[in-house]
């Protein structure tokens, strides 16, 4: 076979693959006796792109709206406003003392406490750890069931749990910021409980203000918690057809909209918590079809709010034009074992993007090109939790070795 018509064998497989049809994959696989690489070493997306390119020039017109948009977009991506953050390329063990799996870990947002880790385990033991001091304050014995996940408020001292039994509440850490933590007047207690989801909490995490939270369950069900009287009470609730996987709130100009996954369905729903209401639902297959092949398991929205990247079950990370179903990059090389939790995010202008890995690694790959740059090692089981600094480079991970891992662009936190 001549070296242009394997390129273009390779191509079509990468195509395929990336569209989720699996049955003519594997035939083709079978007749070309080729194999889909998904090691990151091609370009994603470079059938489309190469047809685009072929289109412009069969038919050289002025530029329409969405060539427009597309545009901007690669712009954007590729020459990232204020140009290339550092990559994380190392890691540090912290003095966390968990005893059991660490199943969540959270940066706090709140102005002053930004460097604040909260990492959770199995046991229901949570520890608030400056990541740069290392003075931390710790939650033992106050909570009951184990808890699966939890975020800060960026207006209070407010942190939301979600527990195993569908619990979930509202604990004040009494931190007013980094200075006090670890003293013995810091006394974090329970300030609200709420009536239990039928199933386990898989999320719950704050609007970008800290003004109101939201919660999912694989009982179909979201709520939306906002104040009422110094309290906080249920604003809304919204039923699905299949359980809630995850939920993230937008930013930026789509701040008031919360993002939602269910199990085994190709959409992205929406709901604006402005009106209230269920809004527009996209569609993550490329030719807008309903067929299921693969799902996604994670959302996370950029910071300026225009992208939204998702984590799904079948070794792949897609990148999200926000509000619409514009594939704007796909990543491969990170691997989503059976009953892993696929955990991604950006950096803070997009520079590059980084998930978790089956294989006990952190893969981060340069959003610009789509090619992998880094597998990061350190943890010796599975890693179970991601989360990133708000304003630098810098990752925490949690994993079932009981360790809690900070990774950055320096040997240590700068």
């Known amino acids: 076979m001549a070296k242009q018509q394997l390129e273009a064998i390779e191509h079509v497989l990468q195509f395929l693959e990336e569209s989720g049809f699996s049955a003519s994959l594997t035939t083709l696989e079978k007749e070309s006796g080729l194999k889909c690489s998904k090691s990151g070493g091609k370009k994603a997306g470079y059938l489309l792109s190469a047809l685009g390119v072929y289109q412009e020039y069969l038919n050289p017109k002025g530029e329409n709206k969405e060539k427009k948009l597309d545009r901007e977009i690669e712009d954007h991506l590729?020459?990232?406003?204020?140009?290339?953050?550092?990559?994380?390329?190392?890691?540090?063990?912290?003095?966390?003392?968990?005893?059991?799996?660490?199943?969540?870990?959270?940066?706090?947002?709140?102005?002053?406490?930004?460097?604040?880790?909260?990492?959770?385990?199995?046991?229901?033991?949570?520890?608030?750890?400056?990541?740069?001091?290392?003075?931390?304050?710790?939650?033992?014995?106050?909570?009951?069931?184990?808890?699966?996940?939890?975020?800060f408020s960026k207006e209070s001292n407010l942190l939301a749990v979600g527990c195993m039994d569908g619990s979930h509440f509202l604990v004040d850490t009494g931190i007013q910021d980094a200075k006090n933590l670890g003293k013995t007047e810091v006394s974090p207690k329970i300030v609200q409980f709420f009536d239990k989801h039928g199933k386990y909490v898989n999320r719950v995490r704050w609007n970008e203000a800290g003004t109101a939270f939201a919660t999912c369950s694989y009982d179909k069900e979201v709520r939306i918690y906002q104040p009422r009287n110094k309290t906080f009470g249920i604003a809304e609730r919204f039923m699905f057809r299949r359980g809630v996987a995850c939920i993230e709130w937008g930013n930026g100009s789509n701040s008031h909209i919360l993002y939602v996954s269910l199990q085994e369905d190709n959409y992205i729903h929406s709901i604006d918590t402005k009106a209230m209401k269920k809004g527009d639902r996209y569609n993550m297959n490329s030719f807008e079809d309903d067929h299921v092949s693969f799902s996604a398991l994670d959302l996370r929205c950029s910071y300026d709010?225009?992208?939204?990247?998702?984590?799904?079950?079948?070794?792949?990370?897609?990148?999200?034009?926000?509000?619409?179903?514009?594939?704007?990059?796909?990543?491969?090389?990170?691997?989503?074992?059976?009953?892993?939790?696929?955990?991604?995010?950006?950096?803070?202008?997009?520079?590059?993007?980084?998930?978790?890995?089956?294989?006990?690694?952190?893969?981060?790959?340069?959003?610009?090109?789509?090619?992998?740059?880094?597998?990061?090692?350190?943890?010796?089981?599975?890693?179970?939790?991601?989360?990133?600094?708000?304003?630098?480079?810098?990752?925490?991970?949690?994993?079932?070795?009981?360790?809690?891992r900070i990774w950055s662009p320096q040997s240590a936190c700068q």
């Open 305 to 404: 709010g225009k992208y939204l990247l998702v984590g799904t079950d079948k070794d792949r990370v897609i990148m999200f034009a926000s509000n619409s179903n514009k594939q704007v990059r796909n990543f491969y090389g990170a691997d989503a074992g059976k009953y892993f939790n696929p955990r991604a995010v950006f950096d803070q202008n997009q520079s590059h993007c980084y998930a978790l890995s089956y294989d006990n690694t952190i893969v981060g790959w340069d959003v610009g090109s789509q090619r992998t740059l880094s597998k990061l090692k350190g943890h010796s089981k599975m890693i179970r939790t991601l989360d990133i600094h708000q304003d630098k480079p810098v990752l925490v991970t949690g994993s079932y070795d009981k360790t809690v």
């Open 78 to 151: 590729v020459n990232p406003k204020g140009g290339k953050l550092k990559l994380v390329s190392q890691g540090i063990s912290t003095p966390a003392e968990h005893k059991k799996n660490v199943i969540d870990v959270r940066f706090c947002t709140r102005s002053g406490c930004e460097n604040i880790v909260a990492s959770a385990d199995f046991g229901s033991r949570i520890e608030m750890r400056d990541i740069t001091t290392s003075k931390s304050t710790v939650i033992d014995g106050l909570i009951k069931p184990p808890v699966l996940t939890m975020d």
